[in-house]
């Protein structure tokens, strides 16, 4: 079997798509998820543990991949991302949060009060919405490749937005 | 740190979820691609390969895996589906395709003349296209949750549609 490494130098074209010139390709998201590893979901956690509404979040870098991805290698910016998120998840576990630190509010710098709980969601879901954003980049680049099963495929098709 | 199967039973109310009586939850999509392994992908390929376009591929039986995955857990499902995806690469690299390969001709029921290489594209765009399906299923089941937040998550939002 393949090892996710293996398949990677040959699908560079698909993970350097990008639905516009606006528009993130593959390899930049996971550039934004490393990012979001190391100054945005557990430092904001430990944050709002800490000082609570006092302070503000300081604002999260949406452009800092652009930087921190140069040169570096799409298999190496996942074997990053692997090892930033298994740190992640053993500081979230030494928390030890209970159901009323959940409770708990911070302060985003554009969003106000926002409680433990939300920003932990908040974490899942922001996975769960770029896995979305990959596998719909990806798949529009066999858009032409599919032929008439386009069709059956509603994803592959602009018209059918972004969401 | 978890194995994927350790953190499915906590998730149950996340992957039986649906957007709606007719849609399909992640539980089910698995069962779904489970089936697309058995009766689609590697069947319906060296059937193109064995018989062209003399006779249409056997319809696709997208309601199998209501019964199929009756009784079933989701970790027993994605150890099946690991397995037969295993099975179905080794079968693929056994055909050693050739370009010339690519552009040979099979029946679909419903789409008519389709290509070996068309076929096979499809294949990873049905991937992704459920990958999307399910990510959007367990995001939303977080559109509360998440609270303010959900102003930086159009796809915990119904109306951003199914695409």
Redesign the interface.
């Known amino acids: 079997?393949?090892g996710p490494g293996d398949a990677i130098p040959a699908a560079r074209v698909w993970t350097d798509a990008r639905e516009g010139p606006e528009r993130w390709s593959p390899f930049e998201v996971v550039g934004h998820l490393i990012h979001g590893e190391r100054t945005d979901w557990i430092p904001r956690a430990e944050m709002i543990l800490r000082v609570g509404e006092a302070e503000p979040f300081p604002p999260f870098d949406r452009v800092a991949m652009f930087r921190d991805s140069a040169g570096k290698s799409l298999g190496e910016l996942l074997d990053l991302f692997a090892r930033l998120r298994?740190e992640s998840?053993v500081r979230l576990r030494a928390m030890a949060l209970t159901p009323a630190d959940l409770e708990r509010r911070g302060r985003?710098p554009e969003?106000?009060p926002?409680?433990l709980?939300?920003h932990l969601?908040?974490w899942?879901?922001?996975d769960?919405?770029h896995?979305?954003q990959i596998?719909?980049t990806?798949?529009r680049e066999?858009a032409e490749?599919?032929?008439?099963?386009t069709?059956y495929?509603?994803?592959?098709?602009p018209e059918?937005?972004?969401?």
């Open positions: 079997m393949l298994s998840v985003h969003l106000g926002v409680t709980g939300q969601a908040t899942v879901a922001h769960l919405s896995i979305r596998v719909r990806m798949g066999y490749a599919v032929g008439p099963w069709a495929l509603p994803m592959l098709r059918a937005g972004e969401a």
